[in-house]
């Protein structure tokens, strides 16, 4: 299931089997299953994804989750995770699992965050200890937890830095993906639930000529695939579509490619169709929690007055528990109540969509009208 990539890193086997202009279908194999591209990661940032039961996620259609390092470094701790059998067991999940290095957390902790070429010295948000993130340190964490696919440790600088900061950022992330390259072949590449496979991260914001800089360099150093990282941070939509197109066209075909933070369905289809494999964010169980709901037609904000008596489900032609047994009133109902039904079935209604978008898409691939149906769901929205 596995073989030696670039430079002797684990590698997990990943192939075309589609291609409509630049959205692909791949497959990728995994010691926990296989995955087939392109593909949405439901975020389980502290060891679940909200609301959700494994097999509930199974049953919806979900593929590989994703969840943080940072979060469960420091609670319960990753020796915690290893000695209760690994992620995999922790979570109750049996499938893929994508480990976010900390590194985003950086950039939403800047305020008591000391970035140095070192690593990252920071207070924890949950006891204000002292803690010293390095690159070393995020590989070591991940390969105790466990997952399939890990991430190098980088700099994420917010979108409104200025431009020699940004070079900054991007030389950090070199000099810290090559040590994380360096840590991961130290131990074998092996975690608690076995290989683990680590994906580089391309930084340098909107300026392209940092991300060509940063793109080349990982290349350089080699690794089985690659991700396109901060974007979506607060930038002007067209510049993260230019950005992340020029920085897609750098990338190998063979390897797999993930844009890291994005949920909307339009932005979804969007990384689909510059040739993105993979991608995750909390927004779809996030607004669920707010009570919000992904459909056909945008966003239902079930907090509405209208709905209050509505006899509707939330689509006609959805299959999730909300949809085949519940109005539109009684969930609005729920919401306002702060009662556990509303969110819960919210984010499973939310994820489905997802999930329905994303295998609607491969189907469109597959049969070469990709920007037919991306323009079909693009104007519902």
Same mark, same amino acid.
């Given at each position: ?38 593909c ?57 699992i ?71 950022a =991007? %030389?950090?992330? #070199?000099?810290?993906?090559? +040590?994380? /390259?360096? @840590?991961?072949?130290?131990? !074998?590449?092996?975690?608690? *639930?076995?290989l ?5 991260? =391309? %930084?340098?914001? #909107?300026?392209?000529?940092? +991300?060509? /800089?940063? @793109?080349?360099?990982?290349? !350089?150093?080699?690794?089985? *695939? ?48 510059l ?82 978008l ?11 009208r ?12």
């Amino acid at each position: 299931m596995s073989s030696a990539g670039p430079g002797g890193l684990p590698d997990f086997p990943f192939s075309l089997e589609a291609i409509d202009g630049r959205a692909r279908v791949g497959r990728l194999e995994t010691p926990h299953g296989t995955v087939i591209t392109p593909c949405f990661m439901p975020v389980g940032t502290k060891g679940t994804v909200k609301g959700m039961l494994p097999a509930g996620l199974k049953s919806l259609g979900a593929q590989i989750i994703l969840a943080n390092t940072y979060h469960l470094a420091l609670r319960p701790g990753s020796d915690v995770v290893r000695d209760l059998g690994g992620l995999h067991r922790f979570m109750g999940w049996e499938g893929p699992i994508l480990t976010d290095s900390g590194g985003f957390q950086v950039f939403s902790l800047l305020d008591t965050a000391d970035v140095q070429d070192e690593g990252v010295a920071f207070r924890s948000v949950y006891d204000g200890s002292r803690h010293l993130f390095t690159p070393e340190r995020a590989i070591a964490e991940q390969q105790a937890l466990g997952a399939d696919f890990i991430m190098c440790f980088d700099q994420c600088p917010p979108a409104t830095e200025d431009r020699s900061l940004v070079e900054r950022a =991007v %030389q950090r992330t #070199t000099d810290w993906a090559r +040590r994380c /390259r360096e @840590a991961h072949l130290a131990a !074998e590449g092996r975690g608690t *639930g076995g290989l683990q496979m680590l994906l580089g991260i =391309v %930084q340098g914001g #909107t300026f392209a000529d940092l +991300r060509r /800089r940063s @793109a080349e360099a990982l290349l !350089e150093i080699g690794f089985p *695939g690659y991700a396109v990282g901060g974007l979506s941070v607060g930038e002007d939509r067209e510049l993260m579509l230019q950005s992340t197109e020029s920085t897609v066209n750098l990338l190998p075909r063979e390897r797999v490619r993930y844009f890291m933070g994005i949920g909307d369905p339009v932005g979804i289809l969007d990384m689909i169709a510059l040739g993105v494999d993979l991608f995750d964010c909390v927004l779809p169980t996030r607004v669920a929690r707010m009570g919000t709901a992904f459909t056909k037609e945008g966003r239902l904000n079930l907090r509405n007055a209208r709905f209050a008596v509505d006899p509707d489900p939330l689509e006609d032609d959805c299959d999730c528990t909300a949809c085949q047994f519940f109005s539109r009133g009684a969930i609005r109902h729920f919401v306002g109540q702060k009662e556990m039904l509303g969110a819960q079935l919210l984010t499973e209604h939310n994820l489905r969509h997802l999930f329905r978008l994303v295998d609607g898409a491969r189907a469109a691939i597959r049969e070469g009208r990709f920007e037919e149906y991306r323009g079909s769901v693009s104007a519902g929205w």
